[in-house]
């Protein structure tokens, strides 16, 4: 059956960003809104034109913080029944931006990705990203622990005005799947991302494939135990790169001046 006959109108899509923009869903709260504290995700070409803002305890966690993801994602091609997200020929492979809230609850009191005299600390800040590509994605789309691959490769930090960054080249786990192979999905997942295209997994294409990727990450204390964090991470091809660039170009001037 042809995607169009299967997604008339791109009904989809249309579910996907109404389910980006119903969040935080009832029961949950944006902490960084609550404290005043904006996390604009400005709209690029090729992507969806939504964003969606998810809270996760540190409970449900299992780490010492709660964290606030605010996302965007690729579009839905005409007629697809999901994100380019799936897609492995796109530069949006694997591809989510947007900046995420910390709030920490370690013992010495001090924001997340900092150490107690006040350094940055680097390898704690790429502790977000793991468990975001690993558990909060790739995991919540059904990856088996096993397939998890999320690894950092190389790194490469700096300071830019009250900024802190990292420059990353890593592994991740993508989402992109058989449905039959998924364990456990949640499937209010699929309402965001669609469900993916049985050709993109064609010529031996493994579900939750390894994937490379490069991207930056700014972060900076913004309250009390709270960090704010922005960036984004795409494959690293030279179309993916060039997407990157766009990204934060278009990032900057939202979060520089902060």
């Not at 809104?33 to 998810?54: N, Q, R, Y």
């Not at 900076?220 to 922005?230: I, N, Y």
């Not at 790169?241 to 520089?256: D, E, K, M, N, V």
Request: aromatic content about 12%.
């Amino acid at each position: 059956m042809r995607n169009e006959e299967r997604n008339p109108m791109g009904l989809q899509r249309q579910l996907a960003r109404v389910a980006m923009g119903a969040t935080p869903l009832p029961g949950k709260t944006n902490f960084l809104e609550e404290l005043g504290i904006p996390t604009p995700v400005p709209t690029v070409p090729g992507s969806i034109g939504a964003v969606a803002h998810e809270p996760f305890l540190a409970f449900d966690l299992k780490r010492m913080f709660d964290l606030l993801v605010a996302f965007t994602i690729g579009d839905f091609p005409s007629g697809a029944g999901c994100s380019d997200y799936f897609n492995p020929r796109s530069p949006w492979y694997n591809v989510f931006y947007g900046a995420y809230g910390v709030r920490s609850y370690k013992r010495d009191g001090n924001p997340w990705g900092f150490k107690r005299d006040g350094r940055p600390d680097v390898d704690e800040m790429l502790e977000v990203p793991r468990l975001d590509y690993n558990f909060l994605t790739a995991g919540e789309l059904g990856c088996p622990p096993a397939k998890m691959s999320f690894e950092v490769r190389e790194v490469t930090s700096g300071r830019e005005g009250a900024w802190q960054f990292a420059d990353v080249a890593c592994i991740i786990p993508s989402g992109l799947h058989r449905v039959e192979e998924a364990l456990l999905p949640d499937l209010t997942y699929y309402a965001v991302f669609g469900v993916p295209e049985e050709d993109y997994l064609a010529g031996g294409r493994e579900s939750y494939e390894p994937v490379a990727m490069r991207g930056r990450m700014y972060w900076r204390p913004v309250a009390e135990r709270l960090t704010l964090v922005w960036g984004g991470l795409c494959p690293d091809t030279a179309e993916g790169q060039a997407l990157l660039r766009i990204i934060l170009g278009a990032l900057t001037p939202l979060y520089s001046q902060r």
